[in-house]
């Protein structure tokens, strides 16, 4: 296998799309919020990425293998043609993330995309009720349009700045040009997190624009709800009893 080996399993005419990148990270909320606009709209494989700089291994579904990969596909049926980059890794390596981010960009290029989103998460290190979206940019333009939406930019947050993909999207590809921003929806940082994937793409919702529904990914954050209960239970401890009192006084 070379370093990047790129099937092409469609190429279909696409007006100046929007790239949204929603690769494994904190909470997974960018991974979940990319997924989930694939369950919504009628997506369509166009690059299936391979590399050495994935994890060696296949993930197995019905008993069929797949070696690891990203894929980035193109939605056609929303207000604004998309193209979303998602999979089950990122790079293993430095080098490897700068190399995946220059090939995503290339397929970006490719398709004329003007504008490009990364989605991820930001962590708090507790539970959070009600999250924000913090955001970063590569114009003051940009910021100005986002802060329109409910968007925080914040002094030296996130703290170490933004690794992986998601950060080189908006490195690299303000080098080449593109104009980027990152949304990253406050998590705790130990839990996948629904909750705050839907405010992440309810904000991507009104500034690229385009309209989707939000019920399963409302079923998995009630779920994800219960054990948040759960954990805040154990961590308050077990209620006293009446005759714990009793003895206590």
């Given at each position: ?61 019905d008993g069929r293998t797949r070696l690891a990969c990203a894929e980035v596909y193109a939605i056609r049926d929303a207000e604004r043609d998309l193209l979303v980059l998602t999979g089950d890794h990122q790079a293993g390596d430095g080098p490897g993330h700068y190399r995946l981010t220059e090939a995503v960009l290339d397929v970006a290029a490719a398709f004329d995309v003007e504008r490009i989103y990364a989605l991820g998460g930001v962590p708090t290190g507790e ?123």
């Amino acid at each position: 296998m070379d370093e990047f080996d790129i099937d092409r399993p469609a190429d279909p005419e696409l007006d100046a799309p929007v790239l949204i990148e929603g690769l494994p990270g904190v909470g997974h909320v960018g991974k979940l919020a990319a997924e989930h606009l694939l369950e919504e709209f009628d997506a369509e494989l166009v690059r299936r990425i391979h590399s050495e700089h994935f994890p060696p291994q296949v993930t197995i579904e019905d008993g069929r293998t797949r070696l690891a990969c990203a894929e980035v596909y193109a939605i056609r049926d929303a207000e604004r043609d998309l193209l979303v980059l998602t999979g089950d890794h990122q790079a293993g390596d430095g080098p490897g993330h700068y190399r995946l981010t220059e090939a995503v960009l290339d397929v970006a290029a490719a398709f004329d995309v003007e504008r490009i989103y990364a989605l991820g998460g930001v962590p708090t290190g507790e539970l959070v009720d009600e999250p924000d979206v913090v955001g970063a940019a590569t114009t003051d333009e940009l910021i100005e349009e986002l802060e329109a939406v409910d968007v925080e930019f914040r002094e030296n947050e996130p703290a170490g700045g933004i690794v992986g993909v998601s950060g080189l999207l908006l490195g690299l590809g303000e080098r080449r040009g593109f104009e980027a921003a990152c949304l990253m929806g406050e998590t705790s940082g130990y839990l996948v997190d629904p909750k705050s994937a839907r405010v992440v793409l309810e904000v991507l919702e009104s500034a690229v624009p385009f309209e989707i529904g939000y019920d399963s990914l409302s079923e998995r954050a009630e779920e994800m709800e219960e054990v948040v209960k759960r954990i805040r239970q154990m961590e308050q401890g077990p209620t006293p009893t009446e005759e714990d009192l009793r003895y206590i006084g």
